[in-house]
């Protein structure tokens, strides 16, 4: 048969499957824009700023709504009220996770104007190291810049048009060169690494004196070799550990260096947080996590940043666990879930002029810390993410430290600055822009 001919049978009853599927298995889905075949809403959703293609669809179609990538079908919550109804009220049945396809597949010189990225990332990723593998390295250590090279390439990549096209569409993952396979050698390398270090750990494990994550885990493998069931497997230790590498390394480092942006666009911020380091903690020791609630106003900055930026505008994949009733909607087991934490994080009601830097949205009348259950950067609910303590901890020690040593010089007049964050489906990217650290 001429191959013409048979690629457009196949095109043919890829069509009726996509219409078939479209229409068939929705359960009482929300309502939603009417998607395509085969492309469902990619199109009016775009790749460079979902979530303000979202926004525009919560206009016409409500705060809960439901959009196609592809032929799948994903429900939107957007606004505090549906987001905090469905991840906190019905927090078990919105509870599962949903794993993009890509990411299923893995798993098979002093005062002179420098780039802030290689510091401010080799500090956090020394932090992940030192719970997992009870070690820090040198910054020069060639072991940890390959994976810090690693690590930085996946989550450039991450957001790209093919990793997303492939997302959608995991069945192009094959056949799509570049980006997605670029992410599997990178995340192969990063295993490989953990592996012999998990290796190590075996020849030297002690059961009565635990070291770190990774002794942890041997230690209950141990005790559940005998439970053919058991989640606890060297796959799944690997797995885990690539995981707290990616959410524990780049988003603290994107959050830092957008943090110290942030203060170099606004001296007079920056001014306020250091009179307040001078006066609660002086120059003679180091901040401690104790000296935050000593510190509303610079705690009230540290939660700006965060608020500001909104790094993940949809949170971490959610699915649900059952066929849920939710509002006047059934929604099917299995389907996928997009909280719009950007609808909660630039909530006007909440936040008056969400789209300025304020640190005053987290403090009150009296000028003490105000605490604000729209602050979701971390997502809500059973789902949230599981290093929201150490986050918090890193982002406040990392940012005194360095404002309690160091001024802040801009390379050009910070009026030319541009804080605003490039967009794209799955998260924030950074300007680029270079400081120098003057010493105080």
């Not at 509002?327 to 389907?335: A, D, H, Q, V």
Request: charge should be neutral; hydrophobic fraction near 40%.
């Amino acid at each position: 048969m001429d191959p013409t001919v048979v690629l457009v049978l196949c095109l043919s009853l890829l069509l009726l499957f996509s219409f078939w599927k479209q229409s068939h298995g929705r359960g009482n889905l929300p309502p939603g824009p009417t998607p395509l075949p085969i492309l469902g809403n990619i199109l009016q959703l775009g790749f460079k700023d979902m979530s303000k293609s979202l926004t525009k669809l919560s206009e016409v179609y409500g705060p809960v709504f439901t959009v196609y990538l592809g032929m799948k079908p994903t429900v939107v919550l957007h606004g505090y009220e549906a987001v905090k109804e469905a991840l906190i009220d019905l927090g078990e049945e919105f509870s599962e996770r949903n794993t993009p396809p890509i990411l299923e597949k893995v798993n098979k010189g002093l005062a002179s104007p420098c780039d802030p990225t290689f510091i401010l990332t080799a500090a956090p990723c020394n932090v992940i190291c030192s719970v997992i593998f009870q070690n820090r390295f040198d910054y020069k250590d060639q072991e940890l810049l390959n994976l810090m090279g690693r690590l930085i390439e996946n989550s450039s990549i991450l957001n790209s048009l093919s990793v997303q096209v492939f997302n959608i569409f995991p069945i192009l993952m094959d056949y799509l060169p570049g980006n997605p396979k670029t992410i599997m050698n990178n995340s192969n390398f990063v295993k490989d690494f953990c592996f012999k270090k998990v290796g190590e750990h075996q020849k030297s494990l002690d059961i009565n004196n635990p070291r770190d994550f990774i002794d942890c885990f041997l230690i209950k493998m141990e005790q559940e070799k005998h439970n053919p069931q058991s989640e606890f497997t060297i796959e799944n230790l690997l797995v885990t550990v690539i995981d707290l590498f990616g959410a524990g390394t780049e988003t603290i480092s994107i959050t830092l260096r957008y943090g110290l942006l942030l203060l170099l666009k606004h001296p007079e911020v920056t001014a306020k947080v250091q009179e307040e380091i001078e006066r609660v903690i002086g120059r003679h020791r180091s901040p401690s996590m104790q000296d935050r609630s000593r510190m509303p106003y610079t705690d009230a900055v540290v939660h700006e940043i965060q608020r500001y930026i909104d790094l993940i505008p949809v949170g971490a994949p959610r699915a649900t666990t059952c066929d849920v009733k939710f509002r006047n909607y059934l929604i099917p087991k299995g389907t996928p879930i997009f909280p719009s934490l950007t609808s909660v994080l630039h909530d006007d009601k909440e936040f008056p002029n969400p789209k300025e830097f304020n640190p005053g949205h987290f403090l009150d009348k009296s000028s003490n810390f105000k605490k604000s259950d729209y602050f979701v950067p971390f997502s809500a609910g059973k789902r949230a993410c599981i290093g929201e303590s150490l986050a918090r901890m890193e982002l406040f020690l990392f940012l005194t430290t360095i404002l309690q040593n160091f001024s802040l010089k801009p390379h050009v007049d910070a009026e030319h600055f541009d804080t605003t964050p490039l967009v794209s489906e799955e998260g924030r990217a950074l300007p680029f822009y270079k400081l120098s650290f003057i010493p105080v």
